[in-house]
């Protein structure tokens, strides 16, 4: 069983960044992929970046490609996703996602567990 809580959301300028985190906890964590995912009012929920296990990139939304970044530390239990650049389009509440499996989907139907979110607001 894993448990997910996001933070590092916020207000930002245009062309500012934002490092969101997710903290996990249960003992099965480095046995997992994740992804991040943002959902803006009145839009479906997108997927941004995935990593499978080992750390390894999987994916990424044309939208964010070459100004967001995901990491992890599984000795920290401790998920990242650095936005750089931000626009006013990346308005959203952003979620971290689990899947029991090694390698990370960009289905939100193909994840275990869900965080809760974290608020960013980008003004110009």
């Known amino acids: 069983q894993v448990q997910l809580v996001e933070s590092g959301g916020g207000l930002a300028l245009a062309g500012g960044s934002l490092r969101l985190s997710c903290a996990a906890s249960?003992?099965?964590?480095?046995?997992?992929?994740v992804g991040w995912f943002r959902q803006a009012p009145g839009k479906a929920r997108e997927f941004v970046l995935g990593s499978n296990k080992s750390g390894g990139v999987t994916g990424a939304a044309d939208s964010v490609k070459g100004r967001f970044t995901i990491s992890r530390d599984n000795d920290k239990n401790m998920v990242y996703l650095q936005m750089n650049r931000l626009k006013p389009e990346d308005t959203a509440v952003y979620y971290c996602?689990?899947?029991?499996?090694?390698?990370?989907?960009?289905?939100?139907?193909?994840?275990?567990?869900w965080g809760q979110g974290t608020q960013v607001t980008v003004n110009s």
């Open positions: 249960g003992r099965t964590f480095s046995s997992y992929s």
């Open positions: 996602a689990g899947r029991a499996d090694p390698f990370a989907s960009s289905r939100n139907n193909d994840y275990d567990y």
